[in-house]
């Protein structure tokens, strides 16, 4: 899907840390190379171009968020996946309002942080070509000219703004998407805190799309933060119950 | 109020004769002089007034009717009788009965009130040096000799006794033991003692509507008046002393569980980065590719344990912040038997060794909550339920509609909880004496549970009437949004 060997930058000021995550994503078809500050990293991001950013939220000097705001300034194309230490929504919702495409949570399996960094990987990559005018995912098709949604093959009737909430969803399938983005972008700038529509629109899209709306499949609750659009026939799709411990 | 000053009878009497002496004399100069009736009148008005300004009514109306028999004697016709001739004298002496009566009363009313009003200010005056003198001590220390002395200098009494209720201590400053006996008494009986003659007054002492203690005084002088007072003013500084005492260990109590709290939260994050090195070590050592089955075996071993302490680190900081801070739930209609069941499946599979089941409740079940502080508190439960029976036992878990509100109950075999626990085990780090033996816990799960219980307007029990294998705790809480309205938000 994409060349081996994309490249990795590696930001933590744990050596032990840094170490252990070189030799295991080398082993895993990476390239890496490492930074052990936020400093450090912006001056690497300048001199070289890297595939995928990897960045501890918090360092000593700066902080991980600011780095990720400058690294994004640097070099938009790369791929940025924060590594949090509190399981506590505002890091995250800040890392992703810092422009960062994904975050783990720390201590995450190896095998979580590889598929992430994929996911990022093609995200990125397909965001430049020219957008499918059908949007696939399980047994769900979108079709963005028709606005029609189809489920194994059955037509279903959505109301346009959940249409459209889907449609946003699905061109974004596997990255967090925090409450304010996802009001901000279907109900207009003016939205941001009206968590409540959002929630009954999704209440609705689970009970036309998932198959056991309680235990959905497709649309998968970041608690605390927002949703995120699975797409269960890719493999590199966080697990179902993500938020689980 | 208004305790009438009575000068004694021989008080009176040397006033009254005083006075006639001085009417008898007037009576005498006036008639030497050729003084006519008309113009002697003024003079003994005169005398009425001075002898009035005495304030003693009694000696006052004596003069007042000798001087009314003098003018009747000497200057009205017939002379040296008391028989009056001319109806126009008869009306001048009755005038001046009267007048002189009026200005003595008035007189000695005036007098009266200036003179209490002197004696209200100087006792005022006497109260607020003491309280200021009793508000500099230290307002922790007991209520002993140092508290008690300011009483005895500035109200000049015998004796004084204060006895306290919480600490059954008596103290005594002067000396009357039977003081000390009949204030222990007057607490006791619960009942004031005023005792004129030995001049013991004992009052009663609230605080917070509660009786207290006792202070008495041994002779107090105007123990009507005062005494209640003083005890008022003892009464509001064994209060202020309560206070302090209180907020001084409450104030301890709260350092000691921030910095609880903060080790906690050090722990957990300095334990996440190795744990996140282990994790990533041993996938990357599956990864190189050159494991045996066996060795794979191992390496998946540590991967899982790696994450189970990582997932118990994050669960044990949750629990902490939720300890710390005011939970405010982020409130959505949540369908709690779906999520019930969820959480079932994930601690079945977690937990091979007991079975978890649901019961009770196949039905949709709606409620207003938050469903991670509600994943929290029930996992938590369901957690407990399995850490405290035995391998191969079953937990049980049953939603039921109850009115307005959706009860969730998780049981497990194992024994029951000691009747003197019941109430504890809800309270922040404790740990029933059984569980410190045999299981490892922070003692803040059931806290932090009740917690989230309460902020959603329901309760976390355990339930009554539990039979001795049986130990079941049920959550309840509201269905409608109406209920919620009374939630509090902290």
New interface residues.
Partial sequence: MFPRHSSVLVVDD?S??RK??R???I??GFSVEEARSGEEALGTVQRNRFDLVLLDVSMPGMSGIDACRRIRGISPQAGIVM?T????EDDKVQALEAGADDYV???????E?TARLRAVLRRTRTSDAVEPVVLRAGNLELDLHERLLRRNGEEIHLSPKEFDLLAFMMKNAGAPLTHMKLLRTVWGVDYGNE??YL?SYV?MLRKKIEADP??PEYIV?E??LGYRFRDPSDPDSPPK?A??? | MGQQYVPGLAKSARYALIGSIAAILLAFICYRIHLDFASVIPFYLLLVVLQSLTGDFRSCVIVAVISTACLDLFFTEPLFSFRIDHPLNALALAAFVFTSLVITRLVARVREEARSAKLQKERLDRLYQLAQRLLGLDPEAPLGEDFLEPFRRLFGIRAVCVFEAESAELHLVGDSQELAVRTRNAYIRGTDLDDVDARLSVRRLRTSGQLSGAIGFAGLEDPAETAGALAALTAALLERKIAFHAASESAAAAQTEIYRSAMLDALA?EF??????????????????SLTAEQEGMADTV?NE??RL??LT??L??TA?LDNEHIRP?L??V?IT??V??LIR?YSARSSDRAIFLTDGHE?TQALAD??LIRLMVGQLIENACKYSRPGSVVTLAVEREAELVAIRVSNNGSAIPRNEQRRIFERFYRGEDAKRSTSGSGLGLYVARKIALVHGGALDLEAGQSDDRVTFCLKIPTTKEELQHVPTA
Avoid: N
Wanted: no cysteine.
């Fill in positions: 744990e032990a840390l252990a995550l030799t295991s994503l082993a895993s590594v230490v509190r399981d506590q949570t720390k201590p995450f399996k190896l095998r942080l968590l409540e929630r209440r309680a235990a609750t608690p605390w119950s938020q689980d411990d | 994050h996440k980065t190795p744990l996140a090195t282990i994790l990533a070590g041993v996938g990357g050592l599956r990864e190189a590719g991967e790696a994450f990582g997932s994050s669960r900081l949750r912040r982020r959505e209609p369908d779906a999520l069941a969820q994930q949709a469903p991670e």
